[in-house]
Nanobody, 117 residues
């Protein structure tokens, strides 16, 4: 069973930066997408950004120009560099990994990001 372990959340002032990491283990396949969703209280879950095995990225309009997703395929780690953070970025951020063969999604435990104004 694939396991995802996240790190890097916390409390930061508006305008600050945080970097989230998500390490995948027990992988038995090589073609997959990794990325991050977030969910704020009272709001729907939102796809923040994703990156394919080949490096193609996708991100929400709300974070374009501020957040950058990257991955280290050798270590099976995905990173989310978040700059110019805003209070509306406050949410629980969850890492996911989706197999391109089975389309099964695996989830991390979630990490809280809080941006104070």
């Amino acid at each position: 069973q694939v396991q995802l372990v996240e790190s890097g959340g916390g409390l930061v002032q508006a305008g600050g930066s945080l970097r989230l990491s998500c390490a995948a283990s027990k992988l038995t396949f090589s073609s997959y997408v990794m990325g991050w969703y977030r969910q704020a209280p009272g709001k729907q879950r939102e796809l923040v950004a994703s990156i394919s095995s080949g490096g193609s990225t996708n991100s929400a309009d709300s974070v374009k120009g501020r957040f950058t997703i990257s991955r280290d395929n050798a270590k099976n780690i995905v990173y989310l560099q978040m700059n110019s953070l805003k209070p509306e970025d406050t949410a629980v951020y969850s890492c996911y990994l989706e197999s391109l063969f089975s389309r099964v999604k695996y989830w991390g435990q979630g990490t809280q990001v809080t941006v104070s104004s």
